[in-house]
């Protein structure tokens, strides 16, 4: 049987003009942050099957490429459950593999550490537009910065490197997690539940209010709660602006919202407005979850009107380090979209600004050896200017050579031919 061309379902073959781009996006996205003073650092793709699977990653843990035992460790005919059999997992993001690694090192780290991790995650998730089984993820975290100063410091840096890329007019939305479960406690449900309830609340964009209200009650919940719930929601519809929505949230819910949360909200939206650098607008959305549930504070995404969904997000995550040290360390991060922006640029038929000149040299078949050694200092010295120089033997159909590097971008073409 013949050996399989084509990649696997969910991931793919890279061709060259789209990894030219990758390129110039993680340049471009390496250079911004490191003027933000972040640090890259780099985490193994596999972890232990214990860290994925610790109820802190939502419903990307039912997602995992799960690794088995190998050789000794590996007893298929007595195993009973899958514990018997696996032991590693294919990482299905950055953060958790990031809190590991500052676990590990938090002695040789400084404090606060702003991290930058470019990597390839894994997930067995259902491929579409946008949507990879095997993806790159771009993270930038703080960590050990219990004030605002880190979403702030991540909202600039992102939006920064998004307006650099040529991105504008797109919408930063946030909203806090200790929000939504003041909303939840005011309108009559019980903590217990909160964590579902959010499930429901975050296919609002999916389903609409009507189909929200429909799944709550399908669950089980009370008509007043499930009203009194979203009725909330109906009023905040108009209230985009930051202080504005949760001025009325304030007001409106008194004591179940601490005036500190709200005040936390606003001074960040007043910063990063007075502060930023690229075209885009901050906007209060409290229908936003994000899906995992380590959360415990801010959280925000990228909505890129071109794209028609998130290309991006984050928050804060004051409490996952703490479950691998027993001593929680405040964390917050944020995270870029990398295939989806790349996708969009590629769709809008992106070229890279101030590239350098590529230039092709094509020299005839017959070309004797001492010549070529002339033709290859001549595209040394070429490179050392800054142009891009491939050397090439000319066939014999060469208009029909010359268009398929023209295609590859060259604009020029030097030929060699022995004249003697």
């Known amino acids: 049987m013949a050996l399989s061309k084509k990649p696997v379902n969910g991931m793919k073959d890279i061709l060259p ?11 471009v996205i390496k250079t911004t942050y490191r003027e933000f003073g972040f640090t890259p650092i780099e985490t193994p793709c596999m972890e232990n099957i214990a860290n994925l699977s610790n109820k802190q990653g939502g419903e990307n843990e039912k997602l995992i490429f799960k690794v088995l035992k190998r050789g000794e460790k590996l007893h298929l005919d007595t195993a009973k459950e899958e514990n018997d059999v696996v032991d590693f997992g294919m990482r299905y993001d950055l953060t958790v593999p990031l809190c590991r690694f500052y676990s590990n090192n938090a002695n040789d780290l400084p404090s606060p550490f702003k991290a930058l991790q470019i ?13 990879y089984r095997q993806f790159t993820q771009c993270d930038i975290d703080i960590l ?41 406690s005011y309108s009559g449900f019980e903590e217990k539940d909160y964590d579902s309830i959010f499930i429901t609340l975050d296919k609002m ?3 609409g209010i009507e189909g929200v209200s429909t799944e709550l009650l399908e669950n089980g919940y009370a008509k007043e709660s499930v009203d ?32 500190e949360i709200s005040g936390n909200l606003r001074e960040i939206a007043q910063t990063v407005e007075a502060a930023k650098a690229a075209d885009f607008a901050l906007v209060f959305d409290p229908t936003l979850v994000r899906g995992m549930s380590y959360y415990t504070g801010t959280i925000f995404e990228i909505a890129i009107p071109e794209f028609g969904g998130s290309c991006g997000g ?38 890279i600004p101030e590239r350098p000149k590529k230039v092709a ?19 040394k010295e070429a490179r ?37």
Do not use: H
Request: hydrophobic share 35%.
């Open 361 to 379: 040299y094509l020299v005839e078949k017959k070309y004797p050896a001492e010549k070529l050694t002339e033709v290859l200092k001549q595209a």
């Open 384 to 420: 050392e200017n800054g142009q891009q120089v491939q050397v090439v033997r000319m066939n014999k159909n060469k208009k029909f050579q010359k268009e398929q590097l023209q295609k590859e971008g060259y604009e020029e073409f030097v030929e060699f031919f022995n004249r003697d």
């Open 314 to 351: 984050g928050g804060r995550y004051d409490e996952m380090i703490g479950k691998f040290t027993g001593q929680n360390v405040p964390a917050c991060g944020f995270s870029i979209g990398f295939e989806r922006i790349i996708l969009l640029l590629m769709e809008q038929g992106f070229e």
């Open 205 to 207: 964009d999916k389903i």
């Open 119 to 131: 990597g390839n995650v894994w997930r067995a998730d259902r491929p579409q537009r946008g949507r």
């Open 228 to 259: 009194k719930y979203l009725g909330l929601f109906d009023a905040l519809a108009d209230k985009k602006n930051v202080a504005e929505g949760v001025g009325f949230l304030q007001e409106t819910l008194g004591g179940y919202l601490d005036e």
């Open 17 to 27: 003009r789209e990894m030219e781009i990758r390129d110039y996006v993680t340049n």
């Open 144 to 184: 050990g910065e219990p004030s605002n100063m880190a979403e702030i410091e991540l909202i600039l840096a992102t939006t920064t490197t998004l307006g650099r890329l040529g991105f504008s007019g797109f919408e930063i939305r946030i909203n806090e997690r200790r929000i939504l479960k003041a909303m939840a």
